[in-house]
């Protein structure tokens, strides 16, 4: 899209993204035709990745408050109160419509993002974690995107020196167009240094700090709003690139003018850049602000009233400051060798009015621009009828059952993706990727951890919507429970197709009321996220296609005291007890699909008070020392959970399970839910004992010990022969 | 022991050093912001590990420019004690107080995971805390960590003695094509050296990343416990 000013009408509207209805809107705010300009403000504000028209009625039925929750959904992240005086301030955003075109870049800037919205609120991050969803393996675009997400990502934070230390990938045919880069950010600020974007004061200088504006980026928020075709690749010149240098420079500087009493409020320019930045602190503050863009640091010659407030050049804030404190502020910033810039001032007009060149090129009123933005309430339709089940049937048995299911792309290792991301700097990262169910980060100079999760299963969603939107919660929670940590909020991170479809609609509608009863259900709010809709592409044959549904979770949860935190390796000697009831749910698992080849059932049930007893137990067994490493039965069931266990500790277990009453591939790779196995000394009678008390199904699954994983038949598979089943996936396909 | 820290604008590990020399000594260390053109008495001057510059051009190369790395050549040149850490090592090779030069790892990856050293050379300020041949675990977290010098000083390296570790498994052995225990590639498997008087270290691994048990082990701090009692006298 082209920044030269051409006539303003529908048309041109209709190409910037708006509706004629919306157009029309537009028209009757501003009393005329808008200029170019004018009309580029509007159609960024209106698409949907800013305005969340489609998506803001259900956001509003999703439980907010809880008595830790300082901030919930409205600011730049969400913030918690963690104890000592602190705030954890979190939050989840998705780059999948840029990775795609540009994986690299689409990813690194994706990371750039999400930690400007953190830090913003004056929270130094202390961990990044991504929630990564790609095509079929086999195909060679997906071998690029993962090979060009998974740089991005590590090139971006490494550099800024926050550790990455979790995140979870899948691959299904239906991301082979779209595949998803969700990235989330942890900071943790004093509770009594927050800051917040709205501006206030009128006459107060607004400045603008960090990279210089180029052409980059211009219109990104209404290309997140439309579905790809297959010229997207051709849309590459509208993604960002980041420079993770200046984006740490930039955290610094901004930490070190937050510690002095200079700043108003900030916000950082992410989408829609300088627009929404400057509307979004204006309206939230209630004042008018005027922008003075000859004063923009700029990178290049001859940029238009519009490409400046259109771009999405990166690493870039805006700020109000007090009017006698803007030389401390720049002198912090000429330290670093960052733009700093007085652009403009804030006004009584309540207007946005931008100037350039002695040109007004656009005098908008703030209020009808926020409030008059379109909200839809789209139409369902009908929720696609799940296929049956089928007939179950074991052709290969147990135990090569499991060496498929390690070794498929769902449970291979990710140490490949791991080990491309820096989860050590900081030095306070207690439990790494793989280590335990959640990571566990210290903060440091206290006692406190923080237990951080992404976690969503997409195929449970696109069975079950609403039962699939309340497992991605629960499973959150349940791996935060599972480390002994506290569950606190989630951020959550909405990726669906087109809402225009009502079959679409239907399942966004039903994942979030999932969602909404698992949060209250576990006390478990949701602070903070971001929805990505459109996530479709139309192939050549004109039939557009969906990704699966996926809400993504962003858990967070504390420990008052870290180190009683509990991994997930085999310890060496005990017995390993099963915690959760054991029904076999063989719908929608890993199991069939990789077995049976087939994607069918029903997802497993979500039993939100059984989920809630069960992990409230697990968590206070931890706390007590009861239980002294722990990790939760998910995908692939309770086979693979133990293997898991086996090859983190590098110890095995002989499992002796005399008659489970069911169909052995059930009971082993069944995927019911609110199940754990704790790993515990002794014969694990004390802790049966004690569930049973609790009202909390519990068995002795086997005794700990050895180098393999023996089943009941007397079966043992070593854990080398685990751990080379599984090791292989990523190794084989990225670096063959 | 008085110690300083460099940050140079993309420094990302200073937080990590300090964590671990204030754990052996008990007080913060200084930080030295890369334009002083003076230094406080020091017993140790630390270039910690991150991103100088972002990297640009070369890793190390415009930090091995800037305006303290003069000071510390001075530092050096009067006997001073430095270690340089990853980043901090690539700047000394680029500042030409330590031989060599760190080159894209072999695999052409970032890689951020455990590995073994050997200890080479024991009674050094810095390895005064292990025997020769002892083995321990330290985190790796770079993208350009492969060691590589002409022959020749390679050669005078391993005659003189000046090879601190080696990457190795973890009983010990090395194996300079096994991609498990040498994970960068390094010419003979070095992952540290020293200058010709022992008081300068260049290493590639995070031994500071690895001296509270909450994070795993402690296997690091042999080297800041031996510096504290190489340096306070």
């Known amino acids: 899209m082209s920044g030269a000013v051409r006539e303003v009408n529908e048309e041109l509207a209709r190409e910037f993204g708006l509706t004629s209805e919306e157009y029309n809107r537009v028209v009757s705010i501003m009393g005329r035709t808008p200029s170019f300009t004018e009309l580029g403000v509007f159609s960024v504000m209106w698409s949907e990745h800013c305005s969340y028209k489609s998506s803001r009625k259900w956001l509003r039925t999703l439980p907010t408050t809880a008595p830790w929750v300082i901030h919930g959904p409205g600011e730049n992240a969400g913030v918690v109160d963690i104890g000592q005086g602190l705030a954890a301030i979190f939050k989840m955003e998705s780059h999948n419509h840029p990775s795609f075109i540009e994986p690299y870049q689409g990813a690194a800037t994706g990371v750039g993002g999400i930690l400007r919205d953190v830090f913003t609120m004056g929270a130094r991050p202390v961990a990044n974690l991504n929630a990564l969803r790609f095509g079929d393996p086999a195909t060679p675009r997906t071998r690029e995107i993962v090979d060009g997400v998974v740089r991005g990502i590590g090139g971006y934070g490494n550099c800024v020196g926050v550790p990455t230390v979790g995140g979870e990938v899948n691959f299904h045919r239906a991301y082979d167009g779209n595949p998803l880069v969700n990235a989330m950010t942890v900071g943790v600020a004093h509770q009594d240094k927050i800051f917040l974007s709205a501006a206030a004061g009128v006459g107060n200088p607004v400045v603008y700090v960090g990279s210089k504006t180029g052409r980059d980026g211009i219109h990104g928020a209404t290309m997140s709003s439309a579905e790809f075709d297959e010229n997207a690749l051709a849309k590459r010149p509208t993604v960002q690139v980041g420079d993770p240098f200046v984006e740490k420079l930039l955290i610094e500087a901004c930490l070190e003018l937050m510690a002095t009493d200079a700043i108003v409020a900030i916000q950082d320019m992410g989408a829609a850049g300088l627009t929404s930045s400057s509307v979004e602190m204006a309206g939230k503050g209630g004042v008018g602000i005027d922008l003075d863009l000859d004063a923009v640091p700029q990178r290049e010659p001859g940029m238009t009233a519009y490409e400046m407030m259109l771009s999405e050049s990166q690493e870039r804030m805006l700020m109000v400051l007090k009017p006698d404190r803007t030389d401390i502020a720049r002198a912090i910033f000429e330290k670093w060798e960052l733009d700093f810039a007085i652009i403009g001032t804030l006004t009584d007009t309540g207007h946005i009015v931008v100037r350039h060149k002695g040109q007004v090129e656009a005098d908008i009123p703030l209020d009808p621009l926020a409030e008059q933005a379109p909200i839809y309430d789209r139409p369902r339709g009908e929720l696609k009828a799940v296929e049956p089940l089928g007939p179950i049937h074991d052709p290969v048995g147990i135990e090569q059952a499991l060496i498929r299911l390690i070794g498929c792309p769902d449970l291979a290792s990710r140490a490949w993706i791991w080990n491309q991301y820096d989860s050590t700097v900081g030095g306070q990262t207690v439990r790494r990727p793989g280590g335990a169910d959640a990571a566990i980060v210290k903060i440091e100079d206290t006692s406190i951890g923080l237990a951080l999760t992404t976690d969503c299963t997409p195929r449970y969603c696109q069975a079950t919507p609403r039962s699939g939107g309340a497992q991605a919660v629960a499973e959150a929670w349940r791996n935060i429970t599972a480390t002994g940590a506290r569950p606190l909020a989630v951020t959550d991170n909405l990726n669906f197709g087109n809402p225009e479809k009502p079959e679409i609609m239907a399942q966004f509608v039903a994942a979030i009321e999932g969602m909404g009863e698992a949060c209250r259900a576990l006390d478990f709010p949701v602070v903070s996220g971001n929805v990505s809709l459109y996530n479709e592409t139309r192939g050549p044959d004109g039939e557009a296609i969906s990704i699966l549904p996926t809400p993504a979770i962003g858990g967070l949860g504390v420990l008052e005291d870290v180190s009683r935190s509990v991994g997930l390796g085999m310890p060496e000697g005990g017995s390993l007890v099963l915690i959760g009831k054991t029904d076999g749910a063989l719908g929608q698992s890993i199991w069939l699909r990789e077995i049976l080849g087939r994607e069918t059932g029903d997802a497993p049930e979500v039993d939100l008070a059984a989920e809630r007893r069960n992990g409230d137990f697990v968590r206070e067994q931890i706390l007590n020392g009861a239980i002294v490493a722990c990790h939760d039965v998910s995908d692939g069931g309770i086979l693979v959970a133990v293997s898991e266990m086996a090859m983190a500790g590098g110890t095995g277990c002989v499992l002796d399970v005399p008659d489970s009453g069911m169909r052995p591939e059930a009971f082993w790779f069944g995927e019911d839910q609110a199940r754990y196995l704790a790993a515990v000394q002794g014969d694990g009678a004390d802790l049966v004992a004690a569930a049973q008390g609790a009202g909390v199904p519990a068995r002795v699954l086997g005794q700990i010990g050895g180098d393999s994983v023996t089943l009941p038949s007397g079966a043992a598979i070593s854990i080398a022969r685990l751990k080379v089943a599984n090791a292989a996936f990523f190794p084989d396909l990225m670096d063959r | ?233």
């Open chain 2, 1 to 233: 022991m008085k110690a300083g820290i460099v940050v140079f604008p993309g420094t990302n590990r200073e937080r990590d050093m300090a964590i671990a020399l204030r754990s052996v000594t008990g007080t913060a260390p200084v930080m030295l912001w890369h334009g002083e053109t003076s230094l406080p008495d020091l017993d140790l001057i630390v270039l910690p590990g991150g991103f100088s510059y972002g990297d640009y051009l070369r890793c190390g190369a415009m930090a091995a420019h800037s305006p303290i790395m003069r000071e510390i050549r001075t530092f050096a040149a009067r006997g001073g004690h430095i270690l340089g850490v990853c980043n901090g090592f690539q700047i000394l090779t680029e500042t030409g107080l330590l031989p060599g030069a760190l080159l894209r790892n072999a695999g052409l990856r970032f890689l951020s995971q455990d590995c073994w050293l050997r200890v080479e050379e024991a009674g050094t300020p810095f390895t005064r805390n292990w025997k020769k041949g002892d083995v321990f675990r330290t985190p790796l977290a770079h993208g350009d960590g492969n060691y590589v010098a002409d022959v020749t000083t390679v050669d005078r390296l391993e005659g003189e003695g000046l090879i601190a570790f080696r990457y190795s498994d973890a009983k010990g052995v090395v194996d300079v094509a096994d991609r498990l225990s040498n994970p960068n590639g390094s010419m003979n498997a070095i992952a540290g050296v020293l200058s010709e008087n022992r008081r300068i270290c260049g290493m590639m691994p995070h031994p500071e990343d690895l001296v509270d048990p909450l994070m795993g082990g402690v296997d690091g701090r042999p080297l800041f416990e031996g510096l504290v009692e190489a340096l306070v006298q």
